[in-house]
């Protein structure tokens, strides 16, 4: 078999995978999406390889790990108003550049304090005419709602970024009204859950990824009255 076949054998079976994860998540995103997010997967690879932003070099399992993984908050955070969200250390664009992908009604921002990360994150929002991606580098803490940022966001999420409490004062003054911080995490130990005076833990939900045999949880911190 050439090469030029293989590829193309391994495209299509990362492509049914992508599809067969998307059905179990119980979500629909059109044919033309899943062709972009497997693209933005390629390269990412492509980048990866100077800029080492993730240590998955498996395509399947960046399949799992990194797509499939990322959209499955979506079942929770689509029954939710949201309209701007911001992704903090968002690294190689996980889960935001997904996000911007699937859901173009939101206006999503990636950011993180490493220029040669969002050097990544800019490309891709080039490469795949995101007009609905912004990208932003600095320190969350930094950030300032009408100067970095136009407008405080109704969803800050992270994945794998740091402890819940650490995560929640960082971004604290960029939550709009209302909002809600979505922490992803693998195991949601005790210990972490602390949080700041004025802050409540309201859900811990278990995250089911597809083909993939590890804990995921979704952690989604509000403002107390």
Same mark, same amino acid.
């Given at each position: 078999?050439?090469? $030029?076949?293989?590829?193309?054998?391994?495209?299509?079976?990362?492509?049914?995978?992508?599809?067969?994860?998307?059905?179990?998540?119980?979500?629909?995103?059109?044919?033309?999406?899943?062709?972009?997010?497997?693209?933005?997967?390629?390269?990412?690879?492509?980048?990866?390889?100077?800029?080492?932003?993730?240590?998955?070099?498996?395509?399947?399992?960046?399949?799992?790990?990194?797509?499939?993984?990322? =959209?499955?908050?979506?079942?929770?955070?689509?029954?939710?108003?949201?309209?701007?969200?911001?992704?903090?250390? $968002?690294?190689?664009?996980?889960?935001?550049?997904?996000?911007?992908?699937?859901?173009?009604?939101?206006?999503?921002?990636?950011?993180?304090?490493?220029?040669?990360?969002? #050097?990544?994150?800019?490309? #891709?929002?080039?490469?795949?005419? =995101?007009? &609905?991606?912004?990208?932003?580098?600095?320190?969350?803490?930094?950030?300032?709602?009408?100067?970095?940022?136009?407008?405080?966001?109704?969803?800050?999420?992270?994945?794998?970024?740091?402890? =819940?409490?650490?995560?929640?004062?960082?971004?604290? &003054? =960029?939550?709009?009204?209302?909002?809600?911080?979505?922490?992803?995490?693998?195991?949601?130990?005790?210990?972490?859950?602390?949080?700041?005076?004025?802050?409540?833990?309201?859900?811990?939900?278990?995250?089911?990824?597809?083909?993939?045999?590890?804990?995921?949880?979704?952690?989604?911190?509000?403002?107390?009255?």
């Amino acid at each position: 078999m050439t090469a $030029s076949r293989n590829a193309a054998q391994g495209g299509n079976e990362l492509a049914a995978l992508l599809a067969d994860g998307i059905g179990q998540l119980g979500l629909t995103i059109g044919a033309e999406q899943q062709a972009r997010l497997l693209d933005y997967q390629m390269l990412l690879a492509k980048w990866n390889a100077s800029l080492q932003m993730t240590s998955i070099r498996d395509p399947r399992q960046m399949v799992v790990k990194h797509l499939l993984d990322s =959209l499955s908050i979506l079942p929770r955070l689509d029954r939710e108003p949201i309209s701007r969200v911001l992704d903090v250390g $968002s690294g190689g664009g996980l889960p935001g550049v997904v996000l911007a992908i699937v859901r173009p009604n939101w206006q999503v921002t990636v950011n993180d304090i490493v220029h040669k990360k969002t #050097a990544f994150l800019t490309q #891709a929002r080039a490469t795949f005419k =995101l007009a &609905n991606l912004t990208v932003v580098t600095g320190r969350v803490e930094s950030l300032v709602v009408g100067k970095e940022v136009p407008a405080p966001f109704d969803a800050i999420v992270s994945r794998a970024f740091a402890e =819940l409490n650490d995560f929640v004062m960082l971004g604290r &003054n =960029l939550l709009a009204p209302g909002g809600s911080f979505w922490a992803m995490k693998g195991v949601a130990a005790e210990s972490e859950l602390a949080l700041p005076d004025r802050y409540e833990l309201v859900e811990r939900l278990a995250l089911n990824v597809p083909f993939l045999d590890a804990e995921r949880h979704l952690l989604r911190v509000k403002v107390t009255a």
